[in-house]
């Protein structure tokens, strides 16, 4: 499945946010007219480790879904919002 027809799917299931290691989605995708909110994490590797890591952020930028379409969060936990705020 594509990225665009698996947030199309999750959007029409009733899911307010994808989490994803893909650093590419936020080119791909029209953030704008995103059917949810992607949470991107932006760590060296996507093994448990590095995300256990920055569990406490993550939980946080969960907070954000219901207000950005676009969320990441980097290695230092550092969480960046981008694209317009949903209205």
């Known amino acids: 499945m594509s990225n665009g027809h698996l947030l199309a799917e999750a959007g029409n299931a009733g899911f307010a946010a994808m989490i994803t290691v893909d650093k590419k989605i936020k080119y791909e995708q029209n953030l704008d007219e ?3 909110t992607v949470i991107e994490i932006d760590t060296p590797d996507s093994r448990l480790p590095a995300i256990a890591a920055i569990a406490q952020q993550l939980n946080q ?3 954000y879904a219901a207000q950005f379409r676009f969320v990441s969060i980097d290695q230092d ?3 960046v919002t981008a694209a317009e705020r949903i209205s």
Request: hydrophobic residues 55%; without cysteine.
């Open 77 to 79: 936990g550092r969480i």
């Open 61 to 63: 930028a969960i907070t």
């Open 34 to 36: 995103l059917p949810l």
